[in-house]
């Protein structure tokens, strides 16, 4: 998203930034929704909404053109942001349970970490998506043909 508004649509850091603080609304819904949902539906089930949420978000995003307007990504963004908030907190809490109170930081600490991680590796091994000067998404095509050749 951040590269699609700054290098498709020419947006500053400052405009991306601000486009994108609707993203941090997990950062309120998921204290407020997370321990009133877990008890009532468990784990499993508010992660997998969570996870069916991000899926729409992602999808209503799929035919986000050159010419539309903040106000038509808005809806989208709120989506993906609940998203966030229903699959992160109980992750979270699914992770770190049944750990003994003064190994809480450590458990969550190392979740946290492997999440990033796998980011990181994913960009640095080309599985991550790239746009093109068309916007159009592909992936590194010398790095899978090498694969190929390899197996």
């Known amino acids: ?4 508004l700054q290098e498709l649509r ?11 603080v609707v993203l941090g609304c997990d950062a309120i819904l998921a204290p407020t929704l997370t321990p009133r949902l877990v008890p009532r539906f468990g784990h499993a ?24 307007s903040y106000a038509a990504m808005f809806p989208t963004l ?19 349970d049944g750990v003994a109170e003064s190994e809480q ?5 190392l979740l946290h970490t492997f999440l990033r ?3 990181l590796y994913e960009v640095a091994d080309g599985r991550s ?11 590194c095509r010398h790095r899978r043909h090498a694969r190929r050749r390899r197996s």
């Open 1 to 4: 998203m951040t590269l699609y």
């Open 10 to 20: 020419g947006w500053s850091s400052l405009q991306t930034a601000i486009a994108l």
């Open 45 to 68: 089930k508010v992660i997998l909404g969570g996870f069916v949420l991000a899926v729409v978000a992602y999808g209503l995003f799929l035919p986000v053109g050159m010419d539309w």
């Open 78 to 96: 709120i989506i993906a942001g609940t998203a966030f908030a229903l699959a992160y907190g109980p992750l979270t809490i699914a992770a770190t």
């Open 105 to 109: 930081g450590l458990a969550s600490g």
């Open 117 to 119: 991680r796998r980011k």
């Open 129 to 139: 998506p790239r746009r093109t000067h068309h916007g159009r998404s592909h992936r």
